[in-house]
């Protein structure tokens, strides 16, 4: 498989944003963009976490059902649910029904609620210097980890935060712009040279 691929637009993309309009519109639009705030970046972190043994096109698809489930990811309000709203979290077919997944996700919003300087300020700590860091040729040039969201993931541990491991703390990177593997010669890549 080609690593880039031309859409009927004319536009070569990343090959994995071409399996599903989904993923095509959340790679031109979202995916490598730096996005801030605590609340948005609670969002990312919770479901980089529901993600894990599964594949990412689900929750695209469960993103709407997870946003009002889980009060658009508003943190105090996550971090006041309790027993009732785990057992209504479990009883929700539009999301993704794991226990340990949704209490670490209830246990997530507390944690952060307490952080110093918030979650935006702590994530993006980690995110390394974009001039130091070539723009990817190939998908085999994309790591999966690094030693930033290996670190990133220890911290966020060493916290209390459930469900961050390294991969997991990489793929938020990526999805939240703090490292952009767009492949060189992908249009969303040009738009921002």
């Known amino acids: 498989m080609n690593d880039l691929i031309v859409g009927e ?25 730096p996005l801030r705030g605590d609340d948005a970046l609670f969002e990312r972190v919770s479901l980089e976490a529901f993600q894990s043994g599964l594949s990412w096109i689900t929750i695209l698809r469960k ?24 057992d209504r979290l479990l009883g929700d077919a539009g ?13 997530n919003a507390r944690v952060v609620l307490g952080l110093p300087g918030g979650l935006s300020a702590l994530l993006w700590s980690y ?49 939240t712009g703090m490292v952009d593997d767009h492949l060189a010669g992908c249009h969303v890549a040009a738009k921002r040279l």
Not at 137 to 143: E, G, I, K, L
Request: glycine share 6%; net charge positive; charged share 25%.
């Open 9 to 33: 637009d004319g536009k070569a993309r990343c090959a994995w944003a071409a399996s599903a309009p989904e993923y095509r519109a959340y790679h031109d639009e979202e995916w490598g963009t």
């Open 63 to 86: 993103r709407p059902a997870f946003r009002a489930a889980f009060a658009g990811f508003h943190i105090e309000t996550v971090a006041g649910f309790g027993s009732a709203d785990v």
């Open 95 to 107: 999301i993704v029904r794991n226990r340990s997944k949704i209490e670490a996700t209830l246990h």
């Open 127 to 175: 995110a390394p210097d974009p001039a130091r860091r070539p723009r990817p040729a190939t998908r085999a040039d994309v790591p999966a980890v690094t030693a930033e969201s290996t670190a990133m993931a220890k911290d966020l541990k060493k916290r209390g935060l459930r469900f961050v491991g390294p991969t997991t703390a990489y793929a938020l990177m990526q999805a």
